[in-house]
């Protein structure tokens, strides 16, 4: 059964940094698209950044460009989300899966999300 687990969620000031990880299977995450994508209170789940398997090739929304990095390990099997500059309106949970709807793949294989609040 394929999981993915993120973490490294969790409160920072406006205008601080975190980096949350996605792990998983070194199967999946070799072959398959994944996806960082958030829901905050209230709103619909939104894709925040994408990285190709195979190339590499990154997606970020708009909202999030500039600030946010995703990048993966082979080696760990992981993932990562570097955000940059947080904003409160970053505050979700923040959740990977794979696939990419910006790139029209299809989600599946959802992780249980990591909170990320972001406060003074």
């Known amino acids: 059964q394929v999981q993915f687990v993120e973490s490294g969620g969790g409160l920072v000031q406006p205008g601080g940094s975190l980096r949350l990880s996605c792990a998983a299977s070194r199967f999946i995450l070799s072959y398959s698209t994944i996806g960082w994508f958030r829901q905050a209170p209230g709103k619909e789940r939104e894709g925040v950044s994408c990285?190709?398997?195979?190339?590499?090739?990154?997606y970020y929304a708009d909202s999030v460009k500039g600030r946010f990095t995703i990048s993966r390990s082979y080696a760990k099997n992981t993932v990562y989300l570097q955000m940059n500059s947080l904003q409160p309106e970053d505050t979700a949970v923040y959740y990977c899966a794979a696939g990419c709807p910006a790139w029209d793949i299809p989600t599946n294989y959802w992780g249980q999300g990591t909170q990320v609040t972001v406060s003074s």
């Open positions: 990285i190709r398997s195979g190339d590499g090739s990154t």
